[in-house]
Protein backbone atom coordinates (compact mmCIF):
# COMPACT_ATOMS: atom_id res chain seq x y z
CA UNK A 1 0.00 0.00 0.00
CA UNK A 2 1.57 3.83 -0.96
CA UNK A 3 1.96 6.45 1.42
CA UNK A 4 -0.84 8.57 -0.09
CA UNK A 5 -3.45 5.59 0.03
CA UNK A 6 -2.63 5.11 3.74
CA UNK A 7 -2.78 8.73 4.64
CA UNK A 8 -6.07 8.67 2.82
CA UNK A 9 -7.24 5.71 5.09
CA UNK A 10 -6.30 7.39 8.23
CA UNK A 11 -8.02 10.85 7.29
CA UNK A 12 -11.05 7.80 6.74
CA UNK A 13 -10.28 6.48 9.85
CA UNK A 14 -11.04 10.02 11.37
CA UNK A 15 -14.85 9.92 10.48
CA UNK A 16 -14.88 5.69 11.53
CA UNK A 17 -13.80 6.43 15.07
CA UNK A 18 -15.93 9.24 15.55
CA UNK A 19 -19.04 7.41 14.60
CA UNK A 20 -18.57 4.48 16.46
CA UNK A 21 -17.74 6.59 19.79
CA UNK A 22 -20.98 9.12 19.31
CA UNK A 23 -23.55 9.10 21.48
CA UNK A 24 -22.34 7.07 23.86
CA UNK A 25 -23.83 6.74 27.85
CA UNK A 26 -21.74 6.69 31.00
CA UNK A 27 -22.17 3.32 31.33
CA UNK A 28 -21.49 2.38 27.74
CA UNK A 29 -17.87 4.30 27.58
CA UNK A 30 -16.85 2.66 31.09
CA UNK A 31 -18.18 -0.98 30.35
CA UNK A 32 -15.63 -3.87 30.23
CA UNK A 33 -16.27 -7.12 28.46
CA UNK A 34 -13.93 -8.69 31.21
CA UNK A 35 -12.62 -7.24 34.29
CA UNK A 36 -8.98 -7.16 32.62
CA UNK A 37 -10.25 -5.45 29.51
CA UNK A 38 -10.48 -2.09 28.40
CA UNK A 39 -13.65 0.13 28.12
CA UNK A 40 -14.23 2.75 25.51
CA UNK A 41 -12.86 5.44 27.58
CA UNK A 42 -9.62 3.79 28.61
CA UNK A 43 -9.19 2.86 24.33
CA UNK A 44 -9.53 6.64 23.16
CA UNK A 45 -7.63 7.80 25.98
CA UNK A 46 -5.05 5.52 24.53
CA UNK A 47 -5.87 6.68 20.67
CA UNK A 48 -4.97 10.17 21.60
CA UNK A 49 -1.81 9.27 23.28
CA UNK A 50 -0.50 7.29 20.28
CA UNK A 51 -1.57 9.89 18.01
CA UNK A 52 0.42 12.66 20.01
CA UNK A 53 3.58 10.87 21.09
CA UNK A 54 4.16 7.93 18.71
CA UNK A 55 2.74 7.42 15.20
CA UNK A 56 3.08 11.21 14.58
CA UNK A 57 6.25 11.96 16.45
CA UNK A 58 7.91 9.21 15.19
CA UNK A 59 6.99 9.32 11.38
CA UNK A 60 8.49 12.93 11.73
CA UNK A 61 11.39 12.04 13.60
CA UNK A 62 12.15 9.81 11.31
CA UNK A 63 11.54 12.15 8.67
CA UNK A 64 13.28 15.00 9.97
CA UNK A 65 16.10 14.15 12.38
CA UNK A 66 16.74 10.25 11.47
CA UNK A 67 20.51 10.42 13.01
CA UNK A 68 19.24 11.18 16.56
CA UNK A 69 18.05 8.42 19.22
CA UNK A 70 13.73 8.06 19.02
CA UNK A 71 12.61 9.37 22.79
CA UNK A 72 11.09 6.99 24.49
CA UNK A 73 7.51 5.96 25.46
CA UNK A 74 5.73 3.65 27.65
CA UNK A 75 2.22 3.15 26.87
CA UNK A 76 1.67 0.43 28.50
CA UNK A 77 2.23 3.00 31.51
CA UNK A 78 -0.11 5.60 30.26
CA UNK A 79 -3.91 4.13 31.50
CA UNK A 80 -2.33 4.48 35.52
CA UNK A 81 -0.38 7.09 35.19
CA UNK A 82 -2.21 9.58 32.79
CA UNK A 83 -5.59 8.66 34.92
CA UNK A 84 -7.81 7.11 31.65
CA UNK A 85 -10.41 6.40 33.95
CA UNK A 86 -11.18 9.81 35.21
CA UNK A 87 -10.78 11.72 31.79
CA UNK A 88 -14.00 13.21 30.32
CA UNK A 89 -14.97 11.26 27.69
CA UNK A 90 -16.50 13.37 25.18
CA UNK A 91 -13.60 15.99 25.55
CA UNK A 92 -11.07 13.25 25.09
CA UNK A 93 -13.11 11.93 22.13
CA UNK A 94 -12.96 15.61 20.47
CA UNK A 95 -9.30 16.00 21.45
CA UNK A 96 -8.49 12.62 19.37
CA UNK A 97 -10.63 14.09 16.24
CA UNK A 98 -8.82 17.14 16.16
CA UNK A 99 -5.31 15.64 17.20
CA UNK A 100 -6.28 12.90 13.80
CA UNK A 101 -6.92 16.42 11.48
CA UNK A 102 -3.50 18.05 12.80
CA UNK A 103 -1.65 14.94 11.83
CA UNK A 104 -3.56 14.35 8.10
CA UNK A 105 -3.22 18.17 7.47
CA UNK A 106 0.52 17.61 8.58
CA UNK A 107 1.01 14.07 6.61
CA UNK A 108 -0.36 15.89 3.42
CA UNK A 109 1.57 19.07 3.72
CA UNK A 110 4.64 17.16 3.30
CA UNK A 111 6.61 17.56 -0.28
CA UNK A 112 9.14 14.50 -1.05
CA UNK A 113 8.88 12.72 1.93
CA UNK A 114 11.96 10.22 2.46
CA UNK A 115 9.29 7.28 3.45
CA UNK A 116 12.36 4.85 2.90
CA UNK A 117 14.57 7.11 5.57
CA UNK A 118 15.06 4.58 8.61
CA UNK A 119 16.06 5.69 12.47
CA UNK A 120 17.10 2.68 15.01
CA UNK A 121 14.34 1.63 16.82
CA UNK A 122 16.15 0.16 20.53
CA UNK A 123 13.46 -2.41 20.27
CA UNK A 124 12.80 -3.52 16.84
CA UNK A 125 16.15 -2.54 15.09
CA UNK A 126 15.86 0.41 11.86
CA UNK A 127 12.37 1.38 10.88
CA UNK A 128 11.39 3.50 8.04
CA UNK A 129 8.61 6.34 8.09
CA UNK A 130 6.85 4.17 5.66
CA UNK A 131 6.67 1.45 8.06
CA UNK A 132 5.77 3.69 11.12
CA UNK A 133 3.02 5.33 8.69
CA UNK A 134 1.78 1.70 7.65
CA UNK A 135 1.36 0.62 11.62
CA UNK A 136 -0.23 3.74 11.96
CA UNK A 137 -3.14 2.18 10.11
CA UNK A 138 -2.82 -1.30 11.83
CA UNK A 139 -3.08 0.45 14.79
CA UNK A 140 -6.08 1.94 13.84
CA UNK A 141 -7.48 -1.06 13.11
CA UNK A 142 -6.44 -2.89 15.78
CA UNK A 143 -8.53 -0.66 18.11
CA UNK A 144 -11.57 -0.35 15.71
CA UNK A 145 -12.06 -3.89 15.92
CA UNK A 146 -11.79 -3.47 19.72
CA UNK A 147 -14.44 -0.76 19.87
CA UNK A 148 -16.28 -3.15 17.97
CA UNK A 149 -16.04 -5.90 20.05
CA UNK A 150 -16.93 -3.76 23.18
CA UNK A 151 -19.54 -2.00 21.47
CA UNK A 152 -21.36 -5.92 20.79
CA UNK A 153 -20.41 -6.93 24.27
CA UNK A 154 -22.43 -4.07 25.67
CA UNK A 155 -24.88 -4.34 23.39
CA UNK A 156 -25.67 -8.22 24.69
CA UNK A 157 -24.97 -7.09 28.01
CA UNK A 158 -27.79 -3.89 27.96
CA UNK A 159 -30.15 -5.86 25.63
CA UNK A 160 -29.95 -9.29 27.46
CA UNK A 161 -30.52 -10.68 24.44
CA UNK A 162 -28.12 -13.47 23.21
CA UNK A 163 -27.29 -12.21 19.52
CA UNK A 164 -27.44 -14.99 17.92
CA UNK A 165 -29.50 -14.45 15.26
CA UNK A 166 -27.47 -11.60 14.12
CA UNK A 167 -24.59 -13.87 13.19
CA UNK A 168 -21.70 -15.87 14.99
CA UNK A 169 -19.73 -13.21 16.19
Known sequence: MQPNAIITKLKSNRFVFQHLLEGCSREHYLFKPLDDSWCLLEVICHLLDEEREDFRTRVKHVLTTPDLPLQPITPETWPLERDYLQQDFEIVVQD??????????????????????????????????????????????????????????????????????????
Not at 116 to 133: C, E, I, N, Y
Open 96 to 169: FLNERQKSVTWLLSLEHPRWSQTVDHPDVGPRSAQKFLINWLAHDYHHIRQINRINHAFLKYSSGDDLTYAGRW
